[in-house]
């Protein structure tokens, strides 16, 4: 049989673990391979006869929050298998004559081209723009044609000023996207032009968080990519290269060690500034998100350059955090005092504020090899499948409301409100990653559905009122990025169509004169006048990949994933090895014993799972629950 090389980003080691982390590099053109579901899932019962689904409209979720019945519906079981067959909602399902089936079944290679160059005609008008019209500020306001830069006349508005730091942020961001698309020429002169005009000595406070994914990720991964003896994007070195990208990195990371000192718990503050350090009135409060993500950056460069302090700090870090977890649940909250360790907002869930430490736990085993990010990762997701998880317990058999996850209290473990928020999209990514494949697409298919609708993710969807709770989209990447995971775990058509249709949705709805723009109101499709820099580092990006068949990510032997703000980095032995000793003495952060038998019991290591023969050409969501599903956000 013939193994198609997987993708940046579904590279998983299998080491030890065996079938545990399921991707393999290759995968045949069908659906034909193994992957482990390995959890044994909480079993939530939500399952309803047809006359119930058709009695609340599709929105039992809404019913159930109104009635306040939290908990019963997450213990208690009604039996669904009474139903006759001939009227069970199951049996709608008909292959030969749904619209779904139709519309989804295929995508001829002809319309591939034409989406791929789509894409990368999306690229270019964004990032032409901002060198002509914004560089060398941080960001390009496409609708007046300008740079944008820190709010220095407003200081408390984070807004900008966590992100914007007066060092050339876009074209920075952006600068392995031009590989991917295969233009070494531009690759070369961006490269040269951050040597040349970019300097970190700068009176910039700046978020810690961001300047490591956007800014430190970017220059380690430009670094690699350009020192690779492979090539994989061809010899894109040039003569008198002198490592000045990982020498940025380096200085950049020294800055803002100083987040991490005079802090009780060893979690960072928030925010540095990039002169003087951490400002004397910065509040001692984080998001597990921002404090808990900075290993795999923070790691790369450790190990480039032999120094363990910016891989300790990081990962002191997260366990700091993993120590503060409830011991009922398991959960995390997503606001914490890096003072005193309390939590300032008990509230879990897998969105804003918490996305990326799961993310990391995960991409760090596979980077580092470090038996205990897996450990740590394993147990977050069982407690995330046992809390957070609501809806039947199949994804694509059964009865009852599709699996949804949700807000909920970390120590009780009880719904806190009725909202999602988009940057939950990335989770059906990582659940791939993971080898949950079933899980993924139902998930992706429930963001995607919202999208059908508005043609956008508003940045909160109120689940049990069918509307956005906030409106506005600022080109976030999460729905693209697990689209085009889906896509190379599956090789389903689907998650093209899925590609093209939000291609389709930026270029009537974002698209204005000098780029795209982030649309302020998803229903009206009013436009405020920023493009932030992931748009081309990330949304551009997977996008361009889920059409290019042939990209060299595709094709290389080496194996690539991707850092949380798409900046591709290779699985290296080098970055398994260590030129120091072990980071912490037992004593001071070892897992603790009671994890490491809680771990003998929450996941089955040695179930691998075959996806059925049957579902290797039909769609990865039966049509039946794709639609339940877009009934359940409004569409019809």
């Known amino acids: 049989m013939q193994w198609r090389s997987l993708v940046v980003g579904l590279v998983v080691l299998r080491l030890s673990l065996g079938c545990v982390l399921w991707l393999a590099f290759g995968l045949g053109p069908s659906w034909g391979f193994n992957f482990p579901l390995g959890f044994n899932l909480h079993k939530l019962d939500l399952l309803f006869r047809e006359e119930k689904v058709e009695e609340s409209g599709g929105n039992s979720w809404s019913r159930r929050i109104h009635n306040h019945k939290y908990e019963e519906a997450a213990t208690?079981?009604?039996?669904?298998?009474?139903?006759?067959?001939?009227?069970s909602y199951l049996n709608l399902y008909?292959?030969?004559?749904?619209?779904?089936?139709?519309?989804?079944?295929?995508?001829?290679?002809?319309?591939?081209?034409?989406?791929?160059?789509?894409?990368?005609?999306?690229?270019?008008?964004?990032?032409?723009?901002?060198?002509?019209?914004?560089?060398?500020?941080?960001?390009?306001?496409?609708?007046?044609?300008?740079?944008?830069?820190?709010?220095?006349?407003?200081?408390?508005?984070?807004?900008?000023?966590?992100?914007?730091?007066?060092?050339?942020?876009?074209?920075?961001?952006?600068?392995?996207?031009?590989?991917?698309?295969?233009?070494?020429?531009?690759?070369?002169?961006?490269?040269?032009?951050?040597?040349?005009?970019?300097?970190?000595?700068?009176?910039?406070?700046?978020?810690?968080?961001?300047?490591?994914?956007?800014?430190?990720?970017?220059?380690?991964?430009?670094?690699?990519?350009?020192?690779?003896?492979?090539?994989?994007?061809?010899?894109?070195?040039?003569?008198?290269?002198?490592?000045?990208?990982?020498?940025?990195?380096?200085?950049?990371?020294?800055?803002?060690?100083?987040?991490?000192?005079?802090?009780?718990?060893?979690?960072?503050?928030?925010?540095?500034?990039?002169?003087?350090?951490?400002?004397?009135?910065?509040?001692?409060?984080t998001c597990t998100a921002g404090a808990g993500s900075l290993l795999v950056e923070f790691g790369i460069l450790s190990r480039l350059i032999g120094d363990s302090t910016f891989e300790w700090v990081a990962r002191r870090a997260v366990r700091a955090l993993w120590n503060l977890r409830s011991n009922e649940t398991g959960l995390l909250g997503n606001v914490v005092n890096i003072q005193t360790g309390q939590w300032v907002s008990k509230q879990s869930g897998l969105g804003a504020g918490m996305d990326s430490f799961y993310e990391y736990l995960l991409k760090s085993y596979i980077l580092f090899g470090e038996k205990e990010d897996y450990r740590m990762f394993q147990a977050a997701y069982e407690s995330i499948q046992s809390h957070l998880r609501r809806g039947r317990e199949s994804c694509n058999e059964g009865e009852g409301d599709p699996p949804l996850y949700v807000n909920v209290n970390m120590f009780s473990g009880e719904i806190m409100n009725t909202w999602i928020d988009s940057l939950q999209a990335f989770f059906p990514g990582l659940q791939v990653l993971n080898g949950d494949v079933d899980n993924a697409i139902c998930l992706h298919a429930f963001y995607y559905a919202i999208w059908k609708r508005f043609g956008a993710l508003p940045e909160r969807y109120n689940w049990q009122l069918q509307a956005p709770d906030v409106l506005f989209y600022p080109l976030r990447p999460e729905l693209?990025?697990?689209?085009?995971?889906?896509?190379?775990?599956?090789?389903?058509?689907?998650?093209?169509?899925?590609?093209?249709?939000?291609?389709?949705?930026?270029?009537?709805?974002?698209?204005?004169?000098?780029?795209?723009?982030?649309?302020?109101?998803?229903?009206?499709?009013?436009?405020?006048?920023?493009?932030?820099?992931?748009?081309?580092?990330?949304?551009?990006?997977?996008?361009?990949?889920?059409?290019?068949?042939?990209?060299?990510?595709?094709?290389?032997?080496?194996?690539?994933?991707?850092?949380?703000?798409?900046?591709?980095?290779?699985?290296?032995?080098?970055?398994?090895?260590?030129?120091?000793?072990?980071?912490?003495?037992?004593?001071?952060?070892?897992?603790?014993?009671?994890?490491?038998?809680?771990?003998?019991?929450?996941?089955?290591?040695?179930?691998?799972?075959?996806?059925?023969e049957e579902r290797r050409y039909a769609l990865p969501l039966k049509s039946v629950y794709m639609r339940q599903i877009d009934h359940m956000v409004g569409l019809f």
């Open 480 to 612: 693209v990025e697990s689209t085009y995971l889906l896509y190379q775990a599956t090789k389903n058509p689907f998650y093209l169509h899925v590609g093209m249709d939000i291609l389709q949705s930026l270029e009537k709805n974002a698209k204005v004169r000098c780029g795209y723009a982030t649309l302020h109101h998803v229903v009206d499709k009013s436009k405020e006048d920023r493009m932030e820099s992931f748009f081309l580092s990330e949304t551009c990006k997977y996008l361009y990949l889920l059409f290019d068949e042939d990209n060299p990510l595709h094709k290389s032997d080496n194996k690539y994933i991707f850092t949380t703000e798409g900046h591709v980095v290779p699985t290296d032995k080098r970055f398994r090895e260590k030129q120091w000793t072990d980071l912490f003495p037992c004593e001071e952060g070892a897992l603790a014993e009671r994890d490491l038998k809680e771990n003998q019991h929450t996941s089955n290591i040695s179930n691998c799972n075959r996806i059925p």
């Open 94 to 285: 008909d292959g030969n004559k749904d619209e779904y089936v139709r519309r989804y079944r295929s995508f001829p290679d002809t319309l591939k081209a034409k989406m791929k160059g789509m894409a990368k005609e999306m690229f270019y008008f964004g990032y032409d723009n901002y060198m002509k019209h914004a560089f060398p500020e941080d960001e390009l306001n496409p609708i007046d044609c300008e740079g944008r830069g820190p709010d220095v006349l407003n200081p408390s508005n984070i807004n900008i000023n966590d992100v914007l730091g007066n060092y050339s942020l876009t074209l920075i961001d952006t600068l392995d996207t031009l590989l991917v698309l295969g233009n070494v020429t531009e690759f070369k002169r961006a490269v040269k032009l951050v040597i040349d005009t970019v300097s970190f000595d700068k009176d910039s406070t700046v978020q810690v968080f961001e300047a490591n994914i956007r800014i430190l990720g970017s220059l380690i991964s430009a670094h690699i990519l350009l020192t690779d003896p492979k090539h994989p994007f061809g010899k894109v070195g040039y003569e008198g290269y002198d490592n000045e990208l990982l020498h940025l990195a380096h200085d950049l990371a020294v800055r803002l060690l100083p987040a991490f000192e005079n802090t009780s718990t060893g979690i960072p503050y928030p925010r540095v500034n990039l002169k003087t350090g951490v400002p004397p009135d910065s509040i001692n409060e």
């Open 76 to 87: 208690t079981c009604e039996k669904a298998g009474e139903e006759s067959p001939t009227r």
